[in-house]
């Protein structure tokens, strides 16, 4: 071990790294060695201690260099789980650095200066632009599904159709869900068919919710048939049982107005008469990641006492950066101007296809051995939003006779910032749905930097 720590590869990484690091690489190296010795399963070459310092270096540079980092997403997918969904507003982002420089009153109220709920800072605005009567705010939506049945279900049964047992990934699935908050799962209808008359039935003393689900990762076609919510909402309004939507992606404008109409927006949902809705804040709604619940003031009483309410509640992050996005949304055209998912959204193939034009130009004359050029291509919005309706987009399609496509693909993915892209068919596609125009330039540089280090 002290010959490892002072050999001249561990000192430089200590000047790095620092002590406890490279004692902690060093000390997993080393046991590493031992188990791989008891096992005989050791290279007929013994490792030096050069040797073996120099692979511990490395190994803490890829780690370093794999840490969190800023992304150019050229995938396509606008709001992709594994990017971090959508990106903020400027405005989001100067609102989470003005209440985390110093301090914020994130819990108390200043005409009064009592406690207050931390929820209100955000609660009015999204009472305003849902029509709703109250809103809570938890840490992300799944979140909020757990929350509302625990409060308002556990020791009864929920009734949700056969179509709309979902998984919505990472293990959560509705039906293991409603029973590890307590609840019991009374499936109604069939999988393609229910009707109100199925929920009409199936309602007992016993029954505490309906829960309508959007099945927003996949769809049913063909011979099927949901409620339509405002005949549902009668039938729980006339029973004196909770209507709760889970419309998911949390549209708080109408997605018609880019080509997908089949997404629920929160605001008609209420109108409708659910009597809970709930949604995400990191998808269709473009803000920071947060589950958000609307509705009838009376459930969100109960839904804000219970004790699990505590464990998922949001920090002041979140809360800054929400309001500075929801403050946004008061005004819809300046929305659609501010918010880069709906600026993304909003980008039309014309715009698409001239920037595509641009940044094939561009890297035309100056890439040696792939040849650019614009193509059509279909953009999806991703983040188990609306899974199978194709946007029209444009991308950029690099080609090469000379050159490994995969490898130009990890040499993009080892910039910094990183460039995810898409292969298909051998070539390389740089989709521009996902990247904002002022991102076009610095990721023309990126790809000329990433195609100079993939040439054999
Ligand atoms: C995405 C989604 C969720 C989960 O939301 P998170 O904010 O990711 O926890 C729950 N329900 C539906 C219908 C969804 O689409």
């Not at 840490?67 to 405005?91: D, S």
């Not at 919710?209 to 996949?218: D, E, F, Q």
């Not at 509640?313 to 709906?342: C, G, M, N, W």
């Not at 193509?375 to 899974?387: C, L, N, Q, R, W």
Request: glycine share 8%; net charge negative.
């Amino acid at each position: 071990m002290s010959a490892l720590l002072e050999s001249e590869p561990l000192r430089a990484a200590t000047i790095h790294y620092g002590r406890l690091a490279v004692r902690w690489a060093a000390r997993k190296a080393l046991s590493e060695l031992r188990v791989a010795v008891q096992q005989s399963a050791l290279a007929s070459e013994p490792l030096g201690v050069t040797a073996l310092a120099e692979r511990i270096a490395e190994e803490l540079n890829d780690h370093e260099a794999a840490a969190l980092q800023p992304v150019f997403n050229a995938t396509g997918i606008l709001l992709h789980t594994g990017l971090g969904r959508a990106p903020l507003a400027a405005e989001a982002v100067r609102a989470i650095a003005e209440v985390s420089e110093g301090y914020c009153n994130v819990e108390i109220d200043l005409a009064s200066g009592q406690r207050s709920q931390r929820s209100q800072a955000v609660a009015q605005l999204l009472c305003h632009l849902t029509g709703a009567e109250a809103a809570h705010l938890v840490n992300n939506n799944a979140g909020a599904t757990a929350l509302a049945l625990a409060a308002l279900a556990a020791g009864r049964e929920v009734l949700v159709s056969h179509g709309q047992l979902i998984e919505i990934g990472g293990g959560f699935r509705l039906p293991d869900v409603i029973a590890t908050f307590g609840a019991r799962l009374r499936p109604v209808g069939t999988t393609n068919k229910t009707r109100v008359s199925d929920y009409a039935e199936a309602i007992t003393e016993q029954t505490a919710a309906i829960l309508v689900v959007h099945p927003s990762n996949y769809a049913i076609t063909g011979f099927a048939q949901s409620p339509r919510l405002e005949d549902l909402s009668k039938l729980a309004r006339d029973k004196g049982v909770p209507l709760i939507h889970d419309i998911g992606s949390g549209a708080l404008i109408d997605f018609a107005q880019f080509g997908c109409p089949e997404e629920p927006v929160a605001s008609q949902s209420i109108e409708a008469g659910a009597d809970l809705v709930l949604f995400s804040g990191d998808k269709l709604l473009g803000g920071p990641q947060c589950g958000i619940i609307v509705g009838q003031g009376r459930l969100l009483e109960s839904v804000v006492k219970h004790p699990l309410n505590r464990a998922l509640r949001v920090d002041k992050f979140t809360l800054a950066a929400l309001r500075a996005t929801l403050h946004l949304y008061r005004q819809p055209e300046q929305a659609l101007r501010s918010i880069p998912l709906l600026r993304m959204m909003n980008s039309s193939p014309d715009q698409l296809r001239v920037r595509a034009e641009r940044l094939a130009a561009r890297l035309r004359p100056r890439l040696t051995d792939w040849e650019a050029k614009p193509v059509s291509d279909e953009a999806f919005v991703g983040g188990g939003t609306i899974p199978d309706q194709a946007i029209p987009s444009y991308s950029v399609e690099l080609n090469s006779n000379t050159c490994e496509v995969q490898t130009l693909a990890d040499q993009l993915r080892a910039n910094a910032p990183a460039v995810l892209a898409r292969i298909r068919e051998d070539k390389l596609l740089l989709c521009l749905h996902s990247i904002l125009p002022e991102q076009d330039e610095p990721l023309g540089a990126l790809v000329e930097k990433a195609a100079e280090k993939s040439k054999v």
